[in-house]
Structure formats: C-alpha cells, structure tokens
C-alpha cells in the first residue's frame, strides 16, 4: 500500500510558479513509477509529467513540455513538480500518483494509487 498526499496548490498569476509535492508512505515508495495528472472542471483528467522510479528517465505532456519539472528524491518518499511560466490553461485540480514500472505512463488507468489533488489557479 502507498498512501500520497499532495500540498503546494494555490492561486497565482500568469508567468509565475509553484511547486507541488508529493508525499508518499510506505517502504516501497522506490519501486514505483510516479506520475502528475490534472483534473479541470468538465474535462478529463489528463498526463501531465511522470518520472521512473530511478528518476532517471522522465516524461512530459507536450502542452508543459519545457516549463514543467518533475523530480523525486526515495530517501524522503517525497516527489516534486516545478511549474514555470504558469497559464490560466494550466488551471486544474492536481493529483499525484504511483504506478508499477512498465510502459504507459501517461495512461491514467495503469496507476494503483491517487492523491486527493490539489488545486492550482492561474490567474489572467
């Protein structure tokens, strides 16, 4: 079992950051493929960034591509998404969550465990 809770949302202009976390209990945080998904209000939750459980290798939705940083570090159990140059389309709930190594990471149906999300509003 993996529980994830998610912190660092809120409210910001466009062109600014935050940087969300991702913390994650259990031993067996390292063995897991990491992901950050987002939810805007009536549409699908889409990929965002997923990172493999070495962190060596990470992936990215071509809309966040080149401002959005995905990291983890295992020692701390902890995973991080560094959101630069911030849009209102980038307003969403966001949730973390972790998947067994394979291919797919961008598949939200492949993931075993959910954060509860936290909101990020940009702002016009």
């Known amino acids: 079992q993996v529980q994830l809770v998610e912190s660092g949302g809120g409210l910001v202009q466009a062109g600014g950051s935050l940087r969300l976390s991702c913390a994650a209990s259990g031993r067996t945080f390292s063995i897991y493929a990491m992901g950050w998904f987002r939810q805007a209000p009536g549409k699908e939750r889409e990929f965002v960034a997923a990172?493999?459980?070495?962190?060596?290798?990470?992936y990215y939705a071509d809309s966040v591509k080149g401002r959005f940083t995905i990291s983890r570090d295992n020692a701390k159990n902890t995973m991080w998404l560094q959101m630069n140059s911030l849009k209102p389309e980038d307003t969403a709930v966001y949730y973390c969550?972790?998947?067994?190594?394979?291919?797919?990471?961008?598949?939200?149906?492949?993931?075993?465990?959910w954060g509860q999300g936290t909101q990020v509003t940009v702002s016009s």
């Open positions: 969550a972790a998947v067994r190594p394979g291919l797919g990471y961008s598949d939200k149906n492949r993931y075993d465990y």
């Open positions: 990172i493999s459980w070495s962190g060596g290798r990470t």
